[in-house]
T-cell receptor, first 114, second 115 residues
Framework: KAGVTQTPRYLIKTRGQQVTLSCSPI?????VSWYQQTPGQGLQFLFE???????NKGNFPGRFSGRQFSNSRSEMNVSTLELGDSALYLC?????????????FGAGSRLTVL | DQQVKQNSPSLSVQEGRISILNCDYT??????FLWYKKYPAEGPTFLIS?????DKNEDGRFTVFLNKSAKHLSLHIVPSQPGDSAVYFC??????????????FGEGTQLTVNP
Protein backbone atom coordinates (compact mmCIF):
# COMPACT_ATOMS: atom_id res chain seq x y z
CA LYS A 1 0.00 0.00 0.00
CA ALA A 2 1.18 3.54 -0.74
CA GLY A 3 3.13 5.31 1.98
CA VAL A 4 2.96 8.89 3.14
CA THR A 5 3.58 11.25 0.24
CA GLN A 6 4.98 14.72 0.71
CA THR A 7 5.30 17.42 -1.93
CA PRO A 8 7.38 19.20 -2.91
CA ARG A 9 10.50 17.32 -1.87
CA TYR A 10 12.79 20.33 -2.17
CA LEU A 11 12.14 24.03 -2.36
CA ILE A 12 14.01 27.29 -2.00
CA LYS A 13 12.39 30.48 -0.78
CA THR A 14 13.60 33.90 0.31
CA ARG A 15 13.01 35.62 3.60
CA GLY A 16 9.58 37.13 3.95
CA GLN A 17 7.91 34.75 1.51
CA GLN A 18 5.44 32.08 2.49
CA VAL A 19 5.38 28.39 1.69
CA THR A 20 2.79 25.64 1.60
CA LEU A 21 3.72 21.99 2.00
CA SER A 22 1.42 19.10 1.24
CA CYS A 23 1.02 15.66 2.75
CA SER A 24 -1.08 12.68 1.65
CA PRO A 25 -1.40 10.12 4.44
CA ILE A 26 -1.69 6.37 4.17
CA UNK A 27 -5.18 5.38 3.16
CA UNK A 28 -7.32 4.89 6.24
CA UNK A 29 -5.08 6.96 8.50
CA UNK A 30 -7.04 9.90 9.86
CA UNK A 31 -4.33 11.44 12.03
CA VAL A 32 -1.66 13.57 10.38
CA SER A 33 1.12 15.22 12.32
CA TRP A 34 3.96 17.49 11.26
CA TYR A 35 7.51 17.68 12.56
CA GLN A 36 10.45 19.98 11.89
CA GLN A 37 13.99 18.64 11.82
CA THR A 38 16.91 21.05 11.90
CA PRO A 39 20.65 20.19 12.04
CA GLY A 40 21.71 19.15 15.52
CA GLN A 41 18.14 18.92 16.76
CA GLY A 42 15.82 16.02 16.89
CA LEU A 43 12.42 16.16 15.32
CA GLN A 44 10.24 18.83 16.89
CA PHE A 45 6.49 18.47 16.94
CA LEU A 46 4.58 21.17 15.08
CA PHE A 47 0.95 20.06 15.19
CA GLU A 48 -1.45 17.19 14.69
CA UNK A 49 -4.72 17.06 12.82
CA UNK A 50 -7.45 14.51 13.23
CA UNK A 51 -10.77 14.61 11.39
CA UNK A 52 -10.01 18.11 10.06
CA UNK A 53 -9.40 19.49 13.56
CA UNK A 54 -6.13 20.51 15.12
CA UNK A 55 -5.79 18.25 18.13
CA ASN A 56 -2.32 19.13 19.39
CA LYS A 57 0.07 22.01 18.83
CA GLY A 58 3.78 22.33 19.56
CA ASN A 59 5.70 25.39 20.63
CA PHE A 60 6.01 27.17 17.34
CA PRO A 61 4.97 30.74 16.49
CA GLY A 62 1.70 31.51 14.78
CA ARG A 63 3.52 31.84 11.45
CA PHE A 64 3.26 28.06 11.31
CA SER A 65 -0.22 26.83 10.52
CA GLY A 66 -1.88 23.83 9.01
CA ARG A 67 -5.12 22.30 7.97
CA GLN A 68 -6.60 18.96 7.10
CA PHE A 69 -9.13 18.19 4.43
CA SER A 70 -12.02 15.76 4.48
CA ASN A 71 -9.92 13.14 2.64
CA SER A 72 -7.32 13.40 5.47
CA ARG A 73 -4.77 15.13 3.23
CA SER A 74 -3.01 17.91 5.07
CA GLU A 75 -1.14 21.09 4.30
CA MET A 76 1.11 23.21 6.42
CA ASN A 77 1.92 26.83 5.77
CA VAL A 78 4.75 28.98 6.98
CA SER A 79 4.33 32.72 6.48
CA THR A 80 6.94 35.48 6.60
CA LEU A 81 9.78 33.01 6.27
CA GLU A 82 12.92 33.46 8.35
CA LEU A 83 16.39 31.99 7.78
CA GLY A 84 15.87 29.76 10.81
CA ASP A 85 12.91 28.09 9.13
CA SER A 86 15.30 26.21 6.86
CA ALA A 87 14.67 22.62 7.80
CA LEU A 88 13.34 19.24 6.81
CA TYR A 89 9.59 19.18 7.37
CA LEU A 90 8.24 15.71 7.99
CA CYS A 91 4.66 14.60 7.85
CA UNK A 92 3.47 11.44 9.54
CA UNK A 93 0.18 9.61 9.57
CA UNK A 94 -1.23 7.09 11.99
CA UNK A 95 -4.31 5.35 13.28
CA UNK A 96 -5.03 6.67 16.77
CA UNK A 97 -4.92 3.99 19.43
CA UNK A 98 -4.38 3.61 23.14
CA UNK A 99 -0.77 4.30 23.91
CA UNK A 100 1.68 5.94 21.57
CA UNK A 101 0.70 5.99 17.96
CA UNK A 102 3.13 4.35 15.60
CA UNK A 103 3.79 7.12 13.13
CA UNK A 104 4.57 6.41 9.50
CA PHE A 105 6.64 9.24 8.11
CA GLY A 106 6.97 10.60 4.62
CA ALA A 107 10.37 11.38 3.11
CA GLY A 108 9.99 15.05 3.99
CA SER A 109 10.08 18.42 2.30
CA ARG A 110 13.42 20.15 2.55
CA LEU A 111 12.98 23.90 2.76
CA THR A 112 15.87 26.29 2.27
CA VAL A 113 15.31 29.95 3.10
CA LEU A 114 17.79 32.40 1.60
CA ASP B 1 14.63 22.26 27.70
CA GLN B 2 15.51 18.93 26.10
CA GLN B 3 13.19 16.35 27.64
CA VAL B 4 14.70 13.48 25.67
CA LYS B 5 18.46 13.34 25.26
CA GLN B 6 20.74 11.11 23.29
CA ASN B 7 24.19 12.03 24.53
CA SER B 8 26.16 10.16 21.90
CA PRO B 9 25.98 11.82 18.48
CA SER B 10 27.73 8.86 16.90
CA LEU B 11 28.61 5.23 17.52
CA SER B 12 30.80 2.91 15.50
CA VAL B 13 30.77 -0.88 15.89
CA GLN B 14 32.05 -3.92 14.04
CA GLU B 15 29.72 -6.15 12.10
CA GLY B 16 28.46 -9.00 14.25
CA ARG B 17 29.01 -7.15 17.52
CA ILE B 18 26.39 -5.58 19.75
CA SER B 19 25.31 -1.97 19.24
CA ILE B 20 23.97 -0.18 22.30
CA LEU B 21 22.25 3.15 21.85
CA ASN B 22 21.27 5.14 24.92
CA CYS B 23 18.59 7.66 25.72
CA ASP B 24 17.68 9.64 28.84
CA TYR B 25 14.49 11.51 29.59
CA THR B 26 13.32 13.94 32.22
CA UNK B 27 9.52 14.02 31.91
CA UNK B 28 7.90 11.61 34.36
CA UNK B 29 4.65 11.79 32.39
CA UNK B 30 6.13 9.88 29.46
CA UNK B 31 4.32 6.59 29.15
CA UNK B 32 5.58 5.11 25.92
CA PHE B 33 8.97 5.08 24.31
CA LEU B 34 9.84 4.37 20.71
CA TRP B 35 12.90 4.01 18.55
CA TYR B 36 12.99 5.16 14.96
CA LYS B 37 15.68 4.63 12.33
CA LYS B 38 16.41 7.13 9.58
CA TYR B 39 18.36 6.67 6.38
CA PRO B 40 19.46 9.73 4.35
CA ALA B 41 16.75 11.15 2.10
CA GLU B 42 14.09 8.99 3.76
CA GLY B 43 11.65 9.59 6.58
CA PRO B 44 12.18 7.90 9.94
CA THR B 45 10.86 4.36 10.17
CA PHE B 46 9.51 2.77 13.33
CA LEU B 47 11.68 0.07 14.92
CA ILE B 48 10.39 -0.91 18.32
CA SER B 49 8.49 0.52 21.28
CA UNK B 50 8.02 -0.13 24.96
CA UNK B 51 5.36 0.79 27.45
CA UNK B 52 6.35 2.18 30.83
CA UNK B 53 4.81 -0.84 32.53
CA UNK B 54 7.49 -3.06 31.00
CA ASP B 55 11.23 -3.09 31.34
CA LYS B 56 12.10 -5.01 28.19
CA ASN B 57 10.71 -5.57 24.75
CA GLU B 58 12.32 -7.72 22.09
CA ASP B 59 11.78 -7.96 18.35
CA GLY B 60 14.24 -10.09 16.45
CA ARG B 61 17.69 -8.51 16.65
CA PHE B 62 16.34 -5.45 18.44
CA THR B 63 15.73 -5.20 22.19
CA VAL B 64 14.72 -2.10 24.11
CA PHE B 65 15.35 -1.84 27.83
CA LEU B 66 13.63 0.68 30.08
CA ASN B 67 14.85 1.73 33.53
CA LYS B 68 12.12 4.00 34.88
CA SER B 69 13.86 4.86 38.11
CA ALA B 70 16.88 6.11 36.18
CA LYS B 71 14.73 7.58 33.40
CA HIS B 72 16.91 5.75 30.93
CA LEU B 73 16.30 3.49 27.98
CA SER B 74 18.58 1.71 25.60
CA LEU B 75 18.34 -0.06 22.28
CA HIS B 76 20.43 -3.17 21.73
CA ILE B 77 21.07 -4.50 18.25
CA VAL B 78 22.54 -8.00 18.12
CA PRO B 79 24.23 -8.89 15.85
CA SER B 80 24.86 -5.57 14.15
CA GLN B 81 24.85 -5.55 10.36
CA PRO B 82 26.18 -2.96 7.88
CA GLY B 83 22.59 -2.27 6.80
CA ASP B 84 21.87 -1.05 10.32
CA SER B 85 24.01 2.02 9.65
CA ALA B 86 21.59 4.92 10.07
CA VAL B 87 20.57 7.65 12.47
CA TYR B 88 18.58 6.28 15.42
CA PHE B 89 16.09 8.48 17.23
CA CYS B 90 14.68 7.83 20.64
CA UNK B 91 11.17 9.24 21.15
CA UNK B 92 8.70 9.45 24.02
CA UNK B 93 5.00 10.05 24.37
CA UNK B 94 2.62 10.76 27.21
CA UNK B 95 0.34 8.26 25.53
CA UNK B 96 -3.40 8.41 25.30
CA UNK B 97 -5.49 8.53 22.19
CA UNK B 98 -5.34 12.30 21.86
CA UNK B 99 -1.65 12.84 22.60
CA UNK B 100 -0.26 9.65 21.15
CA UNK B 101 0.99 11.34 17.99
CA UNK B 102 2.84 14.02 19.93
CA UNK B 103 6.28 12.46 20.19
CA UNK B 104 9.26 14.14 21.82
CA PHE B 105 12.43 13.10 20.02
CA GLY B 106 16.05 13.02 21.00
CA GLU B 107 18.72 14.51 18.77
CA GLY B 108 19.64 11.18 17.23
CA THR B 109 22.69 8.91 17.20
CA GLN B 110 24.49 8.08 13.96
CA LEU B 111 25.29 4.36 14.04
CA THR B 112 27.97 3.07 11.69
CA VAL B 113 28.47 -0.67 11.41
CA ASN B 114 31.79 -1.53 9.81
CA PRO B 115 32.12 -4.73 7.76
Amino acid sequence: KAGVTQTPRYLIKTRGQQVTLSCSPISGHRSVSWYQQTPGQGLQFLFEYFSETQRNKGNFPGRFSGRQFSNSRSEMNVSTLELGDSALYLCASSRPRVGANVLTFGAGSRLTVL
Amino acid sequence: DQQVKQNSPSLSVQEGRISILNCDYTNSMFDYFLWYKKYPAEGPTFLISISSIKDKNEDGRFTVFLNKSAKHLSLHIVPSQPGDSAVYFCAASEGGETSGSRLTFGEGTQLTVNP
